[in-house]
């Protein structure tokens, strides 16, 4: 037999049933895409949208948590949005941020938050944005109040010679720095900023939850509640896991097909981008903010 003959021309009967083979497992392949993608387009078909938004860990930077409210508010399929709260609290500016979205968003759809282990503080004041609030018996929320944290490491740099020189332009603009002990116009001056963000949250929970003034003082000391005792005192709505805080989204929306779940914000694509991204936070900070920081915490 001639050696230069290709393998068609050797065995031209396992030649064909090889084709026939092939051409079978390309049919039945084909088949089964179509088969799932259309099976897969009908469940959806039949299947409403509802946009779920996690908002998780210290509350620091807002912007993927904006991005994706906005993005979930202009798709008209978002017949609702469950917002997801696991946060102790966070910085005042973010957690203002993300409760001033959601409050404009309830406009046009029905949101509903879901508490987790813990929403407290910041926690607490971005639920604030939702039509109706529903925790667990154990949540921890609650925490209404603002600390600021500053440190003071005087008597150590005192210690190993090191002395600070600040030249400002105003006798307030050094305050809060970690080399020296407040002043008492320092002291009079943070506690008045604390004041005006105390009165801020004191104000939203008061609007959002339809309880006067002098029922949220006699709570707003910064403890920390259960959702069983956040429900008696009228800052939560309902008793409820996920679950149960998706059925009564859908029932105030008026769902009576089953969902699927849109969630977000996305997470960072990977390790190395969450580390740079995180560097790059701690950077601006390091240059643009002061030594001490305001916090719902």
Known sequence: M????????????????????MA??????????FTFSFNKNKLAFNKEKIG???????????????D??????????????????????????????IYEALKEVSKSKIIVASM???????????????????????TLTGSIGVKAQ??????LME????????ITSGKLKNAGTPFRKLSPEEKIYFQELVNDLYEQFIGAVVESRKLSKEE??????????TGKQALALGLIDELGNFNQALEILKEMAGIKKEVILVEGPPKEKNFLSSVLGSLNLKLDSAIFAPTWILSYE
């Open 159 to 166: 210690k190993i010679g090191i002395e600070e020189e600040t």
């Open 68 to 97: 994706w409210i906005k993005k979930l508010s202009k798709d008209s399929e978002i017949k609702g949005i469950l917002v997801r709260i696991n946060s102790p609290g966070g910085v005042v500016g973010p957690s203002q941020e």
């Open 52 to 66: 779920v938004v996690y908002i998780e860990g210290i509350i620091a930077n807002p912007l993927p948590i904006l």
């Open 24 to 33: 079978m497992v390309l049919i039945i392949g084909a088949m089964a895409f």
């Open 150 to 155: 500053l440190t003071n490491f005087q008597k």
């Open 116 to 138: 987790g282990a813990v929403a407290a503080s910041g926690g607490y004041y971005v639920s604030l944005g939702a039509h109706k609030i529903v925790a667990n018996p154990g």
């Open 216 to 225: 949220v003082l006699k709570i707003a000391d910064g403890r920390a509640l």
């Open 2 to 21: 001639n050696k230069s003959l290709k393998f068609s021309q050797k065995h031209p009967f396992l030649f064909g049933i090889f084709l026939i083979f």
